[in-house]
């Protein structure tokens, strides 16, 4: 077994139990990923692969790949997914795992499944309990605040001047300072990321019209890693890692907040710098003479 689905309703009523008795069940292999569905998992599991000989094959791929690559979503084993149940000072996520459907889709092959997967998102958890969902952006908001990237690319759609342009973020690294000050912890954010564009609408970016590029592509990061933060707080679920670190980095302050860490990091502040690099953008010359 490489993948466990878990279906809505375990995830909110029975998690805690169903998690105890696979951990020490010792056929359960520590490594294999686990997912959870909005609905049921069986729905899941009728889903036909559209490009993999099978559904475990292909799900396992979406989830070494696409998800990392992507940053849509995280890659989560048991081993993590238990620690993170027994922390003593952050909660848990999840995949999301969904169910499309090729068909309605335009141009799909007609002979194709008529049910197939996709995984986007993260479903958030307070203690063992399910208790809400990160779309797309929160959950690229969400990885930009845990984890540092180094592939893959992540697509981000950016207003500068009234013009769009796709910023491709391809790596980046964080960095969180926390404190407690008087019975509050503040935490200090801090984003750098690389990354290109590609507008074919103008042969050249001059400098200024690049650093304001720049500008606007970090406005976004700042906006949807303050997305994951929100839902963080809505949710009462410091997925997020922020009493973690407070907890590794100054055993005392967490020993003040340590009986009601929830509420205190309910009302921390929490501020976030970025600082997003261009280093391409896709000018190696002139445009084509293309026909009309």
Do not use: C
Request: aromatic share 8%; hydrophobic share 35%; glycine share 8%.
């Amino acid at each position: 077994t490489s993948v466990y689905v878990l279906g809505e309703r375990l995830a909110k009523e029975k998690l805690g139990e169903w998690i105890e008795g696979s951990k020490r069940y010792y056929e359960v292999r520590p490594h294999a990923y686990f997912m959870v569905t909005k609905g049921e998992a069986f729905q899941v599991l009728q889903a036909g692969p559209e490009i993999s000989p099978t559904l475990s094959k292909e799900v396992l791929e979406m989830n070494k790949q696409t998800i990392r690559q992507n940053g849509v979503s995280l890659d989560v084993t048991l081993a993590q997914f238990g620690a993170w149940l027994m922390s003593p000072d952050r909660e848990a996520v999840l995949p999301a795992i969904k169910l499309i459907y090729p068909q309605e889709l335009k141009g799909a092959d007609a002979n194709g499944p008529n049910k197939a997967v996709a995984i986007e998102g993260l479903g958030v958890f307070r203690g063992t309990k399910l208790v809400g969902w990160l779309n797309r952006e929160e959950s690229i908001g969400s990885q930009l605040i845990m984890e540092n990237r180094s592939s893959g690319a992540v697509f981000l759609q950016v207003d500068v001047d009234g013009r769009k342009f796709t910023y491709t973020l391809q790596r980046s690294k964080h960095k969180v300072k926390s404190s407690l000050v008087g019975d509050k912890p503040t935490f200090q954010v801090t984003i750098e990321t690389q990354g290109s564009v590609a507008d074919p609408e103008e042969e050249t970016i001059s400098t200024e019209e690049l650093s304001r590029m720049e500008d606007a592509a970090a406005e976004k990061i700042r906006e949807i890693a303050f997305q994951a933060i929100d839902k963080a707080k809505e949710y009462d679920s410091d997925f997020l890692g922020f009493t973690e670190k407070l907890h590794r980095t100054n055993p005392s302050a967490w020993q003040k907040i340590e009986p009601h860490w929830r509420e205190s990091f309910q009302e921390a502040d929490v501020d976030v710098e970025v600082k997003a690099k261009i280093l391409d953008t896709g000018k190696s010359g002139p445009k084509l003479k293309l026909k009309q």
